[in-house]
């Protein structure tokens, strides 16, 4: 019999909701009020995340966020700093006891980003899962990922690249001087890559979530059905976004 998990598409948010969203479905989970829940958003206005470990003043160039009008939040999940601009989102929320999750972190990289590997392919990108926690289409990065663990549950984001501004980017993170800048953005351009840019024309974020949904149902052999964000979820993602990702002192805290 074939397992039915949720499938949100919550459309674009700024950054202090989108974070908040992914810690409310964690904890809906948790509690059991919700099943195994895949998401799909975009950043409105663009964003930079940086990892929990990070510190951001040391990773962002916060002036020219406020002078470009983009916002800055800390994840719940490690990793580095990223620019999220033209792109697609996802999260994923499971058990960290569920069959098709292994316990293993680095497999567990494996088996969830397989879903982005056979969603691209639908779309027809061949890539391939590059550990610890990259999709990569030859030697080009094309999207990255993040895990964290907590009370049981696995809470996994990442990126799909619709197109890229390495340029952009680099003028909002922290870069040492003007010449380091210029070779960092000559190697971005080599070693990033999009769907757009693969596939030779624009793609919207309609096309690549239908992919991906289909991609998430072939690997973890489920039915995703379509959702929205009960009554908790709702709530808790205010207070989520109020009283922790827009606060100072969570975002810069050391």
Not at 31 to 53: E, K, M, N
């Amino acid at each position: 019999m074939t397992e039915h998990w949720r499938f949100l598409d919550t459309g674009s948010h700024d950054a202090f909701t989108n974070m908040a969203m992914d810690r409310a479905i964690l904890e809906a989970h948790r509690t059991g009020l919700v099943p195994p829940t895949v998401r799909v958003y975009g950043w409105t206005p663009s964003a930079i995340s940086i990892g929990y470990f990070q510190g951001m003043t040391e990773e962002v160039d916060v002036q020219a966020c406020q002078q470009h009008g983009v916002d800055c939040v800390r994840r719940i999940t490690g990793g580095g700093a990223v620019f999220h601009d033209k792109e697609l989102t996802y999260s994923i929320v499971v058990a960290e006891s569920h069959p098709k999750i292994p316990r293993n972190i680095l497999e567990s990289y494996g088996r969830i980003c397989g879903a982005l590997v056979r969603g691209l392919e639908d779309l027809g990108i061949a890539s391939s899962f590059a550990p610890i926690n990259d999709i990569v289409v030859g030697s080009q990065k094309i999207s990255g990922n993040a895990q964290t663990r907590k009370q049981g549950i696995v809470l996994q984001h990442g990126t799909i690249l619709l197109d890229v501004d390495v340029e952009t980017m680099f003028t909002l993170l922290k870069v040492p001087s003007e010449k380091i800048k210029d070779k960092m953005i000559a190697d971005a351009r080599q070693r990033v890559t999009s769907c757009s840019r693969i596939l030779g024309r624009p793609i919207s974020f309609k096309e690549v979530a239908a992919n991906l949904r289909r991609g998430f149902e072939e690997e973890f052999s489920i039915r995703l059905d379509d959702g929205a964000l009960i009554e908790e979820e709702r709530e808790w993602t205010t207070k989520f976004r109020e009283e922790c990702f827009r606060q100072a002192a969570w975002n810069y805290r050391r």
